[in-house]
């Protein structure tokens, strides 16, 4: 059994023991997973992800000179890294390039295409599971900055101590010279939220229940993922968007050969995206020894990109 297997065998059996019943939302992105979630992101309810792009589109001038030259770009997350390119050919003479993801495949992949694009920059990937420790490799490049790069909100998926704390590592690695260019999604009114979380077409319903389909491939278990209803739920205090699934009647279910009851209507917790305030989320950063120096938004306000120093 490799570490990852053993891993998600222990967050999934302790997850449905508890109540209310909940696992962690990183074992949503298998292979059919990280694809679903690409599907999602060209949603016409989406909205995250086009808004962000724009963003960074229309700033990254400004976001360049910002970091200034010489850069060590630190990605964290970088799955398939398609907005990586402008950066890089924006920043002024970028030192080089390390791509860290948990998801080996998609890291090489992304890692072979920058360098395509980017013949002269040094790119030196690092597979690892960014909200545990990690450092970066030796021989590093020489350097005037290190620029930690996380965009897509995906911060917004810990809870704020778990945030706080991948924060104050990443201040860490980055150094007190260095800064971290963050993707994050603003709160905004639910009538928004909800579509962007349970579309039209029934993608992210589908992304919610292949965790029931991964849990009988890779655990033996026997979820009926039809038995499931996809739900998304605002809730405040802090602002956040919850994924579940509900079970439609009363159930037993076996994973790795322990049964779990479900009532008709209980819910199985799979995802919380933090929605932040500006407030709120400086707050969040100053935890982790970070200062918002610069803050690009859209014209509604629905996503930012924040720069850290
Ligand atoms: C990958 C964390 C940015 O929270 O918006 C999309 C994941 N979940 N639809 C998000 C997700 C349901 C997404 N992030």
């Avoid at 790119?123 to 290190?146: C, I, N, S």
Wanted: glycine share 10%; aromatic share 8%; with cysteine.
């Amino acid at each position: 059994m490799t570490g990852t297997e053993d891993a998600f065998r222990r967050d999934v059996l302790e997850g449905l023991a508890r109540s209310p019943k909940r696992i962690p939302s990183a074992w949503l992105y298998d292979q059919r997973g990280s694809e679903l979630f690409e599907e999602i992101t060209r949603l016409p309810e989406y909205y995250p992800t086009r808004t962000e792009l724009a963003i960074l589109d229309g700033n990254m001038e400004e976001i360049a000179e910002a970091i200034g030259p010489e850069a060590l770009v630190v990605e964290l997350g970088s799955g398939s890294s398609r907005k990586t390119g402008p950066l890089l050919a924006a920043l002024s003479r970028p030192a080089g390039y390390v791509p860290v993801d948990i998801s080996e495949e998609y890291l090489h992949e992304a890692a072979r295409s920058l360098q395509g694009a980017f013949p002269e920059l040094t790119v030196q990937p690092v597979v690892a599971d960014f909200t545990a420790d990690f450092g970066l490799p030796d021989g590093l490049p020489a350097h005037r900055r290190r620029a930690g790069f996380f965009p897509g909100s995906t911060l917004g998926n810990l809870d704020d101590e778990a945030a706080g704390a991948l924060l104050a590592r990443c201040r860490r690695l980055l150094g007190a010279d260095g800064c971290l260019v963050l993707g994050l999604d603003l709160d905004k009114p639910a009538s928004v939220l909800i579509p962007a979380y349970d579309d039209a077409a029934g993608v992210t319903a589908e992304f919610n229940r292949n965790l029931l389909r991964r849990i009988n491939r890779e655990l033996g278990g026997d979820f009926d993922p039809e038995a499931f209803r996809h739900e998304a739920r605002y809730a405040d205090d802090p602002p956040r968007v919850e994924m579940h699934l509900i079970a439609e009647r009363p159930q037993t279910v076996t994973v790795a050969g322990e049964r779990f009851r479900f009532e008709a209507g209980e819910s199985l917790h799979t995802e919380t995206s933090h929605k932040y305030t500006r407030d709120g989320f400086a707050a969040l950063a100053a935890a982790g020894g970070w200062d918002c120096e610069r803050w690009w938004t859209d014209a509604d306000g629905w996503f930012a990109v924040v720069l850290l120093v």
